[in-house]
């Protein structure tokens, strides 16, 4: 496994912990649809979440979350109206990003609600 995947993979279990402290369900991991994957679908309180999970190991070249770009929320947006179809959900639905640092010591984690549409 090469450090881009682990540090990909160690995010993602960084990010549905923190979602899960915050009262989240995971519905999902790695959804995949087509050309489209999307890391978390989770739910809470009528929601349905789809979550993109940056991770960098630092900031030097900018913010995890700048590396979602149109291209991608595309892909996601097209994942999410597959699984909204093949579930027949018809609640809320929010596009969510969730920023992480690894860097030295504790993980930097950033959740941003509503963060694209």
């Not at 881009?4 to 369900?25: C, H, P, Q, V």
């Not at 979350?65 to 996601?76: L, M, P, S, T």
């Amino acid at each position: 496994m090469t450090d881009k995947i682990k540090r990909g993979f160690d995010g993602e279990e960084l990010a549905m912990t923190f979602l899960k402290n915050k009262g989240y369900t995971i519905l999902e991991k790695n959804y995949r649809y087509k050309r489209s994957e999307i890391d978390l679908i989770v739910e809470k309180n009528n929601w349905l979440v789809f979550v993109e999970v940056k991770t960098r190991s630092s900031t030097s070249f900018g913010y995890p979350e700048e590396f979602v770009d149109e291209r991608k929320v595309e892909k996601i947006i097209e994942g999410a109206d597959q699984y909204i179809h093949e579930n027949n959900w018809h609640d809320n639905v929010r596009y969510d990003i969730i920023s992480i640092v690894l860097g030295k010591g504790e993980p930097e984690i950033v959740h941003f609600e509503d963060a694209f549409y």
